[in-house]
């Protein structure tokens, strides 16, 4: 079945750390991917996409992801954690077949100083 | 940068009411507005798809009676969810967007959390 998994649910990492959020899809061909951040009281803004191309791909406020397709993954990274990125994040796919987005449960990261 | 505003952000009423809710893109026209539902703990799920002067698409098993979406101008889209029950309490957010789907740029509201009592 099509589908969008972010395994972990909750993530804590102490400020200055480096981040990994994992993202996985199911799908036939390769989806167009979205990764999504949700602050507190805020709306979702959207970080990076993958469309085609470079697989490795930066975005705001300096979270990059790597698109792996042998692993069906589309990771988040960033090198160094700010307590401002504590946040609900959201990885979502588009399948190449339609213009929807399927997003996944989220991963909430908590940052400790 | 773009800002969408959701009013209210937080509104209680009692079952069988009908609450409305606001969408509004602040400093942009939004050709597209997109309504969506978020469950505790759960990923946002498409209501409907909205366009200035036409009528709403919506998703397979939402119901267009139920839940009425007005887009009246480039600016503003209204979502009244009509006879709510508890089963409605859930978190309601829209997005805005100067393209047709939601693989364009979304800008999203910052939510308004539903409590039907």
């Known amino acids: 079945a099509q589908s969008v998994t972010q395994p972990d649910i909750h993530i804590t990492v102490s400020e200055g750390a480096s981040l990994e959020l994992r993202c996985n899809y199911s799908?036939?061909?390769?989806?167009?991917l979205f990764w999504y951040v949700q602050s507190p009281g805020q709306g979702l803004q959207l970080l990076l996409k993958y469309f085609s191309g470079d697989t490795l791909v930066q975005g705001i406020k300096g979270f990059e992801a790597e698109f792996k397709r042998s692993q069906s993954s589309f990771n988040l990274r960033k090198p160094s954690v700010h307590w401002s990125d504590a946040a609900e994040y959201f990885c979502?796919?588009?399948?190449?077949?339609?213009?929807?987005?399927?997003f996944g449960t989220g991963t909430r990261l908590q940052v400790f100083p | 940068g773009a800002v969408v505003s959701q009013h209210p952000s937080r509104v209680i009423c009692k079952s069988g009411t009908s609450v409305k809710i606001e969408c509004r893109s602040l400093d942009f026209q939004a050709t597209t507005m997109f309504w969506y539902r978020q469950f505790p703990k759960k990923s946002l799920m498409l209501m409907a798809t909205?366009?200035?002067?036409?009528?709403?698409?919506?998703e397979q098993g939402v119901e267009k009676d139920k839940f009425l979406i007005n887009h009246a101008s480039l600016t503003l889209s209204t979502l009244t969810v009509t006879s709510a029950h508890p089963e409605d309490s859930s978190f309601y957010i829209c997005?805005?967007?100067?393209?047709?789907?939601?693989?364009?740029?979304?800008?999203f509201g910052p939510g308004t959390r539903l409590t039907v009592l």
């Open positions: 799908y036939g061909a390769t989806p167009y």
């Open positions: 997005s805005a967007t100067t393209g047709t789907s939601q693989w364009d740029e979304q800008f």
């Open positions: 909205s366009n200035e002067g036409s009528k709403a698409t919506y």
């Open positions: 979502a796919v588009g399948p190449y077949n339609t213009d929807k987005l399927i």
